[in-house]
């Protein structure tokens, strides 16, 4: 099992900055491929940004150039750094850790709503 625990969330205005955090506990962190979802009211829950074990990164077209994903093995520990907020960045973020095809886990959610 791991146990993912959200951070971070809360009321930013448009423009502003937000880091959101990821603590692991449980199973070896290193060995899990990371990423960060969100679902804003009445959508599907949809792939923010994903880090791989070995630190490759991907992010939906929306936060390109916006967030950052990163990962700190040594702490267990997962972040979304994200600069340039929008109301429609507005959504529950997701930490998400997946080994396929047996591991699947996820966090119970931060919100974040950006808002003047």
């Known amino acids: 099992q791991v146990q993912l625990v959200e951070s971070g969330g809360g009321l930013v205005q448009p423009g502003g900055s937000l880091t959101l955090s990821c603590a692991a506990s449980?199973?070896?962190?290193?060995?899990?491929?990371m990423a960060w979802y969100r679902q804003a009211p009445g959508k599907q829950r949809e792939l923010v940004a994903s880090?791989?074990?070995?630190?490759?990164?991907n992010y939906a077209d929306s936060v390109k150039g916006r967030f950052t994903i990163s990962r700190d093995n040594a702490k267990n520990m997962m972040y979304l750094q994200m600069n340039s907020l929008k109301p429609e960045d507005t959504a529950v973020y997701y930490c998400?850790?997946?080994?396929?095809?047996?591991?699947?886990?996820w966090g119970q959610g931060t919100q974040l709503t950006v808002s003047s």
């Open positions: 998400n850790a997946k080994q396929l095809p047996s591991y699947d886990f």
């Open positions: 449980g199973r070896i962190f290193r060995l899990y491929n």
């Open positions: 880090i791989s074990t070995g630190g490759s990164t």
